[in-house]
């Protein structure tokens, strides 16, 4: 149920089929896979996924999903995503399409924490 829920997301439908294709979608495409995928997914089915990239081995993907975790680090925004995408070959979303092709937050629903989390930080960030 999780990987169809992830599939509402045009950019993380993008990504699954890219890994499950064997594609390399650059560490800035893993970074976002992770920051949403675990919201989604158990670690075993993120690493999974992680490791059809071919640039991604088992002990690489956990480093990442644990430094995500330590950091607890949100969905990143579409404009944080387009500029991850400048600075790689793999395109992350389809920009062609729009901003909100890169938009995760538009047609996936998160753990309440993660609204809080967000909100509390623009709160905090504009005192």
Known sequence: MALEDLRKSEMMSH????LKAGQDIG?????????????????DEVIQQLTQDPDCDEEKARGL???????GYTPPK???????????????CQPEEGQESCNVYKSLKFPPDVYNKISSYYQNGAN
Do not use: C
């Open 27 to 43: 560490h800035y495409g893993r970074l976002t896979f992770v920051m949403v995928a675990r919201h989604f997914l158990s670690e």
């Open 65 to 71: 999903l644990k430094q995500v975790e330590a950091r």
């Open 78 to 92: 579409p404009d944080r995503i387009l500029d991850w995408m400048n600075q790689q070959d793999f395109p992350i």
């Open 15 to 18: 990504l699954m089929d890219a």
